[in-house]
């Protein structure tokens, strides 16, 4: 049973626009959500995470919103560039020293 | 700065056959994970240790061993390895509470 879901295997979004990337979850318990990035060949890579007594984390382009009351988290990269292009993996831990837990990944295309 | 280093990148074993994934932390890191990622699926969880002893087991086959030595690098032994056992295998480390740390990765193709 997929506790950690993103229902949309790929995403393509203009160079220079904002991304997206939605993350539904459905145990309660988390305690804490990353987002990680992976290119081909290469392990993921830490990006954004969110503890889940807050709502908003920011840091640079990147913004993690996190609605407890849905169970749903969003990534958006603002803007856009073409570095961004990678698969794009939501987890969750239930404690901080606890193993992750994977969605199944969304393809981020920017188109030039 | 220093990476988690995970050898072989790549591997190619005969069904039947036993494979060692081996995994080096980032220094200082007193935490190793392994998932496992199958085609097109999600990384899984299969173990972790910390300070040398096994801290939390996923879903990881009675066939699969590992273990942390005491220099803090970790090894992932696999017997009797069938063609599902096909897969990228991760390696992640982690000091305290932070973030875990990914590896690149071992391809393992059993034939």
């Known amino acids: 049973d997929q506790q950690v879901k993103q229902n949309s295997p790929s995403l393509s979004v203009q160079e220079g626009r904002i991304s997206i990337l939605n993350c539904d979850y459905t145990n309660s318990m988390f305690d804490y959500f990353l987002w990680y990035k992976k290119y081909p060949a290469e392990g993921p890579t830490f990006l954004i995470s969110?503890?889940?007594?807050?709502d908003k984390n920011e840091d640079g382009r990147f913004t993690v919103f996190l609605n407890k009351s849905a169970k749903h988290l969003s990534l958006h990269i603002v803007p856009s560039q073409p570095g961004d292009s990678a698969v794009y993996f939501c987890?969750?831990?239930?404690?901080?020293?606890?193993?992750?837990?994977f969605g199944k990944g969304t393809r981020l295309h920017i188109l030039p | 700065a220093a990476g988690v280093i995970q050898s072989p990148r790549h591997l190619i074993k005969e069904k039947r056959e036993t494979a060692t994934l081996k995994c080096y932390p980032i220094p200082r890191h007193d935490t190793v994970y392994w998932y496992q990622q199958g085609p097109g699926q999600d990384p899984q969880f299969l173990i972790s240790?910390?300070?040398?002893?096994?801290?939390d087991k996923g879903s990881i086959p009675d066939r699969f061993s590992a273990q942390q030595f005491s220099d803090y690098h970790s090894e992932l032994n696999m017997s009797s390895l069938e063609l599902g056992d096909s897969a990228l295998y991760f390696c992640a480390s982690r000091e305290g509470y932070n973030e875990q740390f990914f590896g690149p990765g071992t391809r393992l193709t059993v034939l």
């Open positions: 969110i503890s889940s007594i807050k």
């Open positions: 240790f910390y300070e040398k002893m096994q801290s």
């Open positions: 987890a969750a831990i239930l404690n901080r020293d606890d193993k992750i837990i």
